[in-house]
């Protein structure tokens, strides 16, 4: 059956247009014995994208943002299949791979071979075209197995209270834990900081890719920048293929991931609360609002975040001369390390200059909405040597 394989992959993956891939989609349709080979390919495709820097959640992001939710489950589906082959994964996928889908989730109705058959070559013409990109990490294979730890307690807590921030109604209770999850965030990244320093850990900048995802994805890349900068890290987009790579120390990718999520989920919601009241006001340039309102929302929420970072590192040098001695040296070194990381990873980027802010009520309410996100006081930092 490779030969009806070949056959159907010369004609279908390797040109453009839809003639190619109804040759190739008929090939298969016609030789039902041809099917488990065709999904040993698929798993082929994705070997061959996590040599080149790709990951499951960026696979799937990129295939539902270009293709349908059918592609979707298959991709998913072959996902599953190729990863269960590892005895051990890289960090970070095991929690992808809990995210993409439920396991066991329904398939789509059930489609004719010719229908089948052209889900897999359009997705598999998607893979074969995925370029090579910066890694975040080593493929499977690669991995070496270290001891299995559980999420730092801190971190778990700070998940949870800003889940619940999220889903209250009461404005005063979501700052109250907001800024609670911000204090533990902050002390959490200061006492990692300095026990690599008292402890001369090998400690080194790693990174992560964050979905940035349409509509209005340059504004929210901006969110994910000011975010990532008040937290130590850079972050880097890529437009082209819908993420942002965050290169920090592991505390703080943690902490800007969990941040960046709740401020998009408290800034859309202030966003969708005040259009509607636009809308009542019979206005209709919802459009040029929302574009507005998310970049003035991004503009100070940065201001503030960086204020927040400032007060920080002032209320722990405020300890006294050798919490100064021991902090200050630490913060500027680990600052180094990213930025030659960040530097190493991406020697060519550009800047994008960002349009549509021009919606003066937009600007108002988006800047109001950041206001009232009331980011905490920093906490007075760890107990330094």
């Not at 509509?215 to 987009?237: F, G, M």
Request: aromatic share 6%.
């Amino acid at each position: 059956m490779d030969s009806v394989i070949d056959k159907a992959f010369a004609a279908a993956l390797y040109g453009d247009g839809h003639e190619g891939l109804d040759t190739g989609a008929s090939l298969l349709a016609a030789a039902p014995g041809a099917d488990p080979e065709l999904r040993r390919r698929g798993e082929e495709f994705l070997r061959r994208a996590w040599r080149d820097g790709w990951q499951p959640a960026d696979v799937v992001r990129l295939v539902r943002r270009d293709l349908d939710e059918a592609h979707v489950h298959l991709a998913v589906s072959l996902i599953r299949a190729e990863t269960a082959g590892y005895a051990h994964l890289p960090p970070r996928w095991t929690a992808q791979l809990a995210d993409l889908a439920p396991a066991g989730a329904a398939a789509p109705r059930p489609r004719d071979r010719f229908s089948d058959a052209t889900v897999h070559l359009e997705l598999y013409r998607l893979l074969l075209r995925l370029p090579r990109i910066e890694p975040v990490g080593p493929p499977p294979g690669d991995t070496v197995p270290g001891p299995v730890e559980g999420e730092p307690r801190a971190l778990t807590r700070i998940r949870a209270l800003l889940a619940k921030a999220e889903a209250t109604g009461y404005p005063e209770e979501a700052e109250a834990l907001t800024a609670k999850a911000q204090e533990l965030m902050a002390r959490h990244s200061l006492d990692e900081a300095l026990l690599a320093a008292r402890t001369h850990a090998r400690d080194t900048p790693g990174a992560c890719r964050v979905g940035v995802d349409a509509p209005y994805e340059t504004v929210k890349a901006i969110l994910l920048d000011s975010v990532a900068a008040a937290n130590c890290c850079r972050a880097v987009w890529n437009e082209a293929y819908g993420f942002s790579t965050v290169v920090g120390f592991p505390a703080d990718l943690e902490a800007v991931e969990l941040l960046y999520t709740s401020l998009l989920v408290q800034g859309t919601a202030a966003m969708t609360k005040a259009e509607a009241g636009q809308r009542a006001a019979g206005r209709k340039r919802t459009k040029t609002f929302r574009q507005t309102f998310l970049l003035a929302y991004a503009h100070r929420i940065g201001a503030r975040l960086a204020e927040a970072g400032e007060h920080a590192v002032s209320e722990a040098a405020a300890q006294g001369v050798a919490a100064r001695d021991s902090l200050l040296p630490v913060l500027a070194a680990r600052e180094v390390a990213v930025g030659e990381r960040a530097e190493r990873m991406f020697p060519e980027t550009t800047t994008t200059r960002v349009r549509g802010a021009t919606d003066g009520e937009g600007w108002t309410h988006g800047t109001a909405a950041a206001d009232r996100a009331h980011l905490p006081r920093r906490p007075e930092g760890p107990a330094l040597p």
